[in-house]
């Protein structure tokens, strides 16, 4: 059976393209309708397990399916064998960006990626949203969190400190809970340490950390990659930050290998190692330690009014933080690269149509980011011709 697991989930993570919602339709459609390990029902009990504890929910499924095939053992091969392809592939890429990542033949094929990554994110924030955002108090909680984050408060604080208000005041609204819980919300959080010297335990640690409290959707990522490695440490650039974006999106498997190529960026193949175990060592042990506990949570006015909570709230990090860097891929990079307005409206364009083709088709992000990388080789040619 261990075997079994294995074969399975390394396919998986080598044909995975299309971010979790493909990953999740894999699964099932492999292990629920034509090995029928699990039932649609156990299924759907496992994955919005995966909801209510951090971490990638497509790679918490393969630990949740690996565990019900073959234990225990089943759990870390199935997560393993899921991550590992995308891994290997990442920090091949990650070689390659750093030996040609400054040319500018290189430059201009990522001026074209950036903004349909921008449109894949917003995109995934919109249904994300729809979801998440289920009465008018979240939606007033998203809003205010939304403006916290982009004056700079603290993300954890904000994911904790909005998680608890928001679901203090859900849970009771009449209550004095609710005055508690808007003062938590509007509570100032300190920020963490200020810039210092890379080392590899210290970006372990930031990936550990960041891997413990993900919620919400592996986009979710960006907010707290950029507060910590761009802004508290100084150790990426947004441009940086975005390419990392790119290729975790390009590649098979959980998007939060982009902590693999952050790694290998930084310090090269053994720290792009460290930071990947960092980054998913919290979600072995989440679902390790929770499985069997978690379905009753939903059952609990205050655990499921908890989990509503810091859902909204990690999306709304996740907004602020897409403005931020859809202002360095839309408007930033294409006057340094090309010193032209119209650069600026080509990346615009691409932002649009990335945006509409994906609301509106099925068409899979990787055409897309591939697309839009043609349309920077081809603005590069032109402006060279």
């Known amino acids: ?13 080598i044909i995975g393209f299309g971010g979790p919602a493909a990953h999740v339709a894999l699964m099932r459609e492999e292990l629920v309708r034509r090995r029928r390990w699990v039932t649609d029902e156990q299924f759907i009990d496992l994955l919005g397990a995966t909801n209510l504890i951090p971490g990638p929910n497509s790679t918490e499924m393969a630990m949740h399916l690996g565990h019900v095939r073959a234990g225990m053992a089943g759990l870390v091969v199935g997560g393993a064998c899921f991550i590992a392809p995308a891994m290997v592939i990442v920090m091949a890429l990650a070689a390659v960006y750093v030996a040609v990542g400054t040319r500018p033949e290189v430059a201009a094929l990522l001026y074209g990626v950036k903004p349909v990554i921008i449109a894949v994110v917003a995109q995934a924030l919109w249904a994300l949203m729809r979801t998440a955002v289920k009465n008018v108090t979240l939606g007033i909680g998203a809003v205010v969190l939304f403006a916290l984050s982009l004056a700079g408060v603290n993300e954890i604080a904000l994911l904790v400190i909005g998680g608890v208000a928001l679901a203090a005041i859900a849970a009771r609204p009449r209550s004095r809970a609710a005055a508690a819980g808007l003062a938590m919300l509007m509570a100032p959080a300190t920020a963490l340490a200020g810039p210092a010297g890379f080392s590899v335990a210290g970006m372990g640690a930031i990936f550990l950390k960041i891997g413990s409290v993900l919620y919400g959707s592996g986009y979710v990522l960006l907010a707290f990659l950029r507060a910590d490695f761009v802004e508290r440490l100084g150790w990426l650039s947004d441009r940086q930050l ?144």
Not at 256 to 264: D, E, K, M, P, S
Not at 314 to 335: C, K, N, Y
């Open 1 to 13: 059976m261990l075997q079994e697991v294995a074969r399975i989930f390394l396919t998986f993570g």
């Open 242 to 385: 975005l390419d990392a974006i790119a290729i975790g999106q390009v590649t098979p498997g959980p998007v939060l290998t982009t902590a693999t190529f952050i790694g290998y960026v930084l310090g090269g193949p053994w720290a792009a190692v460290v930071a990947t175990v960092a980054i998913f060592l919290p979600g072995f042990v989440f679902v390790a330690l929770s499985g069997p506990l978690i379905p009753r949570l939903r059952g609990w006015r205050w655990t499921a009014a908890l989990m509503d909570g810091v859902n909204v709230a990690s999306l709304s990090l996740m907004a602020a933080v897409s403005v931020q860097l859809g202002r360095a891929a839309l408007f930033d990079d294409p006057m340094r690269l090309f010193q032209s307005p119209l650069a600026v409206l080509v990346a615009i364009a691409l932002t649009l149509v990335a945006g509409a083709l994906l609301l509106k088709t099925r068409v899979n992000s990787v055409w897309l980011v591939a697309g839009g990388a043609g349309v920077g080789g081809a603005a590069y040619l032109l402006l060279h011709a």
